[in-house]
């Protein structure tokens, strides 16, 4: 098995920030994949299939935390990632 | 005593959801769980109790699929309030913990568990952040119903409730909202809870009248009293007496002529019977407001609230954030102005982002106009942001916080600035742009001839302007009372300004609490002010009002008035000349 591990920095846009909706998006598509995604901000790193875990990292809007992602899939992953990030889970704004 | 003549009894709380309802209390019981505490001895019983740990987890998470699936339609586009649920009650700070828990510190499940959402509340209480903080409140709701599950004791289930109700519970979670049979509940109370709970926007998805926060609700109402629920302004009437039911029954019928007058009438223009055209604008803060802003009638925005962005970010938003933030907003509203309103943070939005020593006096203290003149680039930040939105819509700026002429010229320059770096750089913005200032601090009033002649308009603040002329801290109980917009010298600080504004020739408007009530508006209007911002819930009313008045009539009404000596008697004439006039009485609190 070829365990690539991808890691980028996000940066979060949506004005809330990373609250409920937003975390439960990025365990819902942690979910899909089989690779492990770890979400990093000052130094600490959680679990990307752990809702409460990336509540409390505590993210408002503007802030970069870094996402690694390690499996098989990881390139899908990422790139689905990014995008969700990217499209501000789907708040518009 | 027989519950059905129980002794009348008001309760106020936090109206959440709009309507007027009267019918029988339903009390659930949501009484905690009482939680034993055991220590296990023998290894089989560590493992049994980890498995009786999982089953539990096992059926809350089919007991809260179930619910997902029979959401109500209305509410389907929030079922991923239960989707995070299900994804609480899978976070390995949940599962993993409390099995290590048993396991290690050889105790049963409901104690491990316990410990569990002890240190997850822990982590959370850390958080700054007050709304990723308020969801402890869904870790403890699905705990509680795990552990329900491991005690084996069923929670009444509110859909079996067959009679119309209004329910009266400690609190309702968002799936206990799913739950209801919303054919026969006819509203809700609860003693916590608030405007932004997930069981408020719940409500309001099904239309469901509403009050919350209220506190003692449980231990006051007692299964089967008379409820009178008021969801517009808040108020909870046990066991009224028959006057009171009939008072109701009229506030019922005007809040549904107040709900079909929206529909049918609040396009029409705000023209008086003597033919002034009043223009009628909307106070936004939220985008959600700003959708609405035309659904209710409003000509615009009066006043567009930019802190929201200031207090979300994590330092000061970028000029990016804020471009496409206020883009949004002129494009919205466009082709009616805009008012944007310039940062107004300090004193009780105070910004721990900035390193401002502690003030004993924040209202007076370094806030609005002041720190944005202190903080210069972050207020160019801003300038150029809104310059750069001029371009989707009308668009007018507004400074807070005027306290005399320095402060224009002051903010003006560094406006001027602003445009010059974007004409350097090329970028355009509308080069007619009109600048005002909001006049709030009495000393502005007094200086409104000089002001007059630097500034496009003015905008009367009257919230502000009421707590600095009186010295009023309205948010101080003690002396709350005496925050009074009829006194003859507020009164007598708007004819001021208008005057200053009509010998200028530039326009004048009024936004604050004052815009948006019916006994103030007639006079507002005799005093001259031609154009009124206020809480758009409150435009369809307040222009119904104004298209039944002249303003000949009320300036002979209110000829007078500002002669009078105190606040009390220029109520009282106020009251007694409009009463006749102001058909329908207020439905809706709340203003600027």
């Given at each position: 098995?070829k365990?690539?591990?991808?890691a980028?920095?996000?940066?979060?846009?949506?004005?809330?920030?990373?609250?409920?909706?937003?975390?439960?998006?990025?365990?819902?598509?942690?979910?899909?994949?089989?690779?492990?995604?770890?979400?990093?901000?000052?130094?600490?790193?959680?679990d990307?299939?752990?809702?409460?875990?990336?509540?409390?990292?505590s993210?408002?809007?503007?802030?970069?935390?870094?996402?690694?992602?390690?499996?098989?899939?990881?390139?899908?992953?990422?790139?689905?990632?990014?995008?969700?990030?990217?499209?501000?889970?789907?708040?518009?704004? | 005593?027989?519950?059905?003549?129980?002794?009348?009894?008001?309760?106020r709380?936090?109206?959440?959801?709009?309507?007027?309802?009267?019918?029988?209390?339903h009390l659930?019981?949501?009484?905690?769980?009482?939680?034993?505490?055991?220590?296990?001895?023998?290894?089989?019983?560590l493992?049994?109790?980890?498995?009786?740990?999982?089953?539990?987890?096992?059926?809350?998470?089919?007991?809260?699929?179930?619910?997902?699936?029979?959401?109500p339609?209305?509410?389907?586009?929030?079922?991923?309030?239960?989707?995070?649920?299900?994804?609480?009650?899978?976070?390995?700070?949940?599962?993993?913990?409390?099995?290590q828990?048993?396991?290690?510190?050889?105790?049963?499940?409901?104690?491990?568990?316990?410990?569990?959402?002890?240190?997850?509340?822990?982590?959370?209480?850390?958080?700054?952040?007050?709304?990723?903080?308020?969801?402890?409140n869904?870790?403890e709701?699905?705990?509680?119903?795990?552990?329900?599950?491991?005690?084996?004791?069923?929670?009444?289930?509110?859909a079996?409730?067959?009679?119309?109700?209004?329910?009266?519970a400690?609190d309702?979670?968002p799936?206990d909202m799913?739950?209801?049979?919303?054919?026969?509940?006819?509203?809700?109370?609860?003693?916590?809870?608030?405007?932004?709970?997930?069981?408020?926007?719940?409500?309001?998805a099904?239309?469901?009248?509403?009050?919350?926060?209220?506190?003692?609700?449980?231990?006051?109402?007692?299964?089967?009293?008379l409820?009178?629920?008021?969801?517009?302004?808040?108020?909870?009437?046990?066991?009224?007496d028959?006057?009171?039911?009939?008072n109701?029954?009229?506030?019922?019928?005007?809040?549904e002529?107040?709900?079909?007058?929206?529909?049918?009438?609040?396009h029409l223009?705000?023209?008086?019977?003597?033919?002034?055209?009043?223009?009628?604008k909307?106070?936004?803060?939220?985008?959600?407001?700003?959708?609405?802003?035309?659904?209710?009638?409003?000509?615009?925005?009066?006043?567009?609230?930019?802190?929201?962005?200031?207090?979300?970010?994590?330092?000061?938003?970028?000029?990016?954030e804020?471009?496409?933030?206020y883009?949004?907003?002129?494009?919205t509203?466009?082709?009616?102005?805009?008012?944007?309103?310039?940062?107004?943070?300090?004193?009780?939005?105070?910004?721990?982002?900035?390193?401002?020593?502690?003030?004993?006096?924040?209202?007076?203290?370094?806030?609005?106009?002041?720190?944005?003149l202190?903080?210069?680039?972050?207020f160019?930040?801003?300038?150029?942001?809104?310059?750069r939105?001029?371009?989707?819509?009308?668009?007018?700026?507004?400074?807070?916080?005027?306290?005399?002429?320095?402060?224009?010229?002051?903010?003006?320059?560094?406006?001027?600035?602003?445009?010059?770096?974007?004409?350097?750089?090329?970028?355009?913005?509308?080069?007619?742009?009109?600048?005002?200032?909001?006049?709030?601090?009495?000393?502005?009033?007094?200086?409104?001839?000089?002001?007059?002649?630097?500034?496009?308009?003015?905008?009367?603040?009257?919230?502000?302007?009421?707590?600095?002329?009186?010295?009023?801290?309205?948010?101080?109980e003690?002396?709350?009372?005496?925050?009074?917009?009829?006194?003859p010298?507020?009164?007598?600080?708007?004819?001021?300004?208008?005057?200053?504004a009509?010998?200028?020739?530039?326009?004048?408007?009024?936004?604050?609490?004052?815009?948006?009530?019916?006994?103030?508006?007639?006079?507002?209007?005799s005093?001259?002010i031609?154009?009124?911002?206020?809480?758009?819930?409150?435009?369809?009313?307040?222009?119904?009002?104004?298209?039944?008045?002249?303003?000949?009539?009320?300036?002979?009404?209110?000829?007078?008035v500002?002669?009078?000596?105190?606040?009390?008697e220029?109520?009282?004439?106020?009251?007694?000349?409009?009463?006749?006039?102001?058909?329908?009485?207020?439905?809706?609190?709340?203003?600027?």
């Amino acid at each position: 098995m070829k365990r690539i591990e991808l890691a980028k920095k996000l940066k979060i846009k949506n004005k809330l920030g990373l609250h409920a909706r937003a975390a439960a998006k990025i365990v819902q598509i942690s979910n899909q994949y089989e690779s492990k995604l770890f979400l990093k901000k000052d130094n600490r790193e959680v679990d990307g299939r752990n809702i409460l875990s990336i509540l409390t990292l505590s993210c408002p809007m503007g802030t970069e935390i870094e996402a690694r992602v390690v499996g098989e899939d990881s390139e899908n992953f990422m790139e689905k990632l990014s995008e969700l990030f990217e499209q501000k889970f789907g708040e518009g704004r | 005593m027989d519950n059905h003549t129980g002794e009348q009894k008001r309760l106020r709380g936090i109206a959440v959801s709009p309507g007027i309802i009267i019918g029988k209390a339903h009390l659930v019981y949501r009484s905690k769980v009482k939680i034993l505490y055991q220590y296990l001895i023998r290894d089989e019983q560590l493992n049994k109790e980890v498995k009786r740990f999982e089953k539990a987890l096992s059926v809350t998470e089919n007991q809260i699929l179930n619910l997902k699936n029979r959401m109500p339609d209305q509410v389907k586009e929030h079922s991923f309030i239960l989707d995070s649920c299900l994804m609480i009650l899978k976070d390995s700070m949940i599962t993993d913990s409390t099995i290590q828990r048993i396991l290690n510190d050889k105790i049963n499940a409901e104690w491990a568990l316990q410990k569990s959402v002890e240190d997850i509340s822990q982590v959370f209480d850390q958080i700054d952040d007050d709304y990723i903080k308020s969801r402890i409140n869904d870790v403890e709701n699905v705990t509680e119903r795990v552990l329900r599950n491991l005690s084996g004791k069923a929670q009444e289930s509110l859909a079996g409730i067959s009679e119309r109700v209004i329910i009266v519970a400690h609190d309702l979670s968002p799936a206990d909202m799913t739950e209801l049979n919303i054919d026969k509940v006819m509203g809700f109370i609860t003693n916590v809870g608030g405007k932004t709970s997930h069981t408020a926007i719940m409500a309001q998805a099904l239309e469901l009248p509403a009050v919350m926060g209220l506190e003692s609700a449980t231990d006051q109402v007692e299964d089967g009293d008379l409820l009178i629920l008021d969801g517009n302004t808040g108020d909870v009437i046990i066991n009224p007496d028959d006057i009171e039911i009939n008072n109701y029954k009229k506030k019922q019928i005007q809040h549904e002529e107040y709900k079909s007058l929206i529909v049918k009438t609040s396009h029409l223009p705000a023209t008086t019977l003597d033919g002034h055209r009043i223009v009628i604008k909307a106070n936004v803060e939220f985008f959600e407001e700003v959708m609405s802003v035309r659904d209710y009638g409003g000509e615009g925005v009066g006043l567009f609230r930019t802190e929201l962005l200031y207090l979300k970010s994590k330092g000061f938003p970028t000029e990016e954030e804020l471009f496409e933030d206020y883009r949004e907003v002129v494009e919205t509203i466009a082709p009616d102005p805009v008012t944007i309103r310039t940062l107004d943070l300090g004193g009780d939005k105070f910004d721990s982002k900035l390193e401002i020593s502690k003030e004993t006096n924040p209202a007076l203290g370094l806030r609005a106009i002041r720190l944005c003149l202190k903080e210069t680039e972050m207020f160019k930040t801003q300038l150029r942001a809104i310059l750069r939105a001029s371009i989707y819509g009308e668009v007018q700026i507004m400074f807070p916080m005027i306290s005399g002429l320095q402060e224009v010229l002051d903010a003006k320059k560094i406006l001027g600035q602003a445009k010059e770096d974007l004409n350097r750089e090329k970028i355009e913005y509308d080069h007619e742009i009109k600048v005002g200032i909001m006049i709030e601090i009495p000393s502005a009033v007094t200086m409104a001839e000089v002001l007059a002649k630097h500034v496009d308009f003015f905008n009367i603040g009257t919230n502000d302007l009421i707590q600095y002329a009186l010295a009023i801290d309205r948010i101080n109980e003690h002396v709350a009372y005496m925050y009074q917009p009829f006194h003859p010298a507020i009164l007598k600080m708007i004819q001021q300004v208008v005057n200053a504004a009509r010998n200028a020739g530039i326009n004048v408007s009024l936004c604050g609490e004052m815009a948006g009530d019916p006994l103030c508006v007639p006079i507002l209007l005799s005093i001259g002010i031609n154009e009124l911002s206020m809480n758009a819930r409150t435009i369809p009313i307040i222009k119904k009002i104004i298209r039944s008045i002249s303003i000949e009539e009320t300036c002979d009404d209110f000829e007078n008035v500002t002669e009078l000596s105190t606040a009390e008697e220029v109520r009282e004439y106020v009251f007694d000349r409009m009463k006749s006039k102001v058909p329908v009485s207020p439905p809706l609190a709340g203003g600027g």
